[in-house]
């Protein structure tokens, strides 16, 4: 399903990955990758809070990962979140 979710996410079929991403988090509230991307999902497609939530949950799921650290940084530092991006 991952790989599926990620083929539609790559060709910008960004609402039908989405749904996807959420079937997988369904089944496994916890997946990394699924949480992650579907963070990038929202993001896209501005849902900005949403996406924050889901790099947050990303983080919580795998704290040791760097990246969704810098996405949500990224996404923060976007809406003019300063000291959010920072801390």
Do not use: C
Not at 19 to 30: E, F
Not at 48 to 56: L, R
Request: negative net charge.
């Amino acid at each position: 399903w991952f790989q599926r979710a990620l083929r539609q996410h790559q060709e910008g079929l960004l609402t039908e990955a989405d749904l996807v991403y959420a079937q997988i988090l369904q089944r496994n509230p916890t997946h990394f990758d699924a949480l992650h991307m579907r963070a990038a999902v929202r993001f896209a497609l501005g849902q900005h809070e949403a996406a924050i939530n889901f790099f947050k949950l990303a983080i919580r799921a795998e704290p040791r990962q760097p990246v969704p650290y810098s996405n949500l940084g990224f996404a923060l530092h976007e809406l003019g979140r300063y000291d959010e991006a920072i801390e």
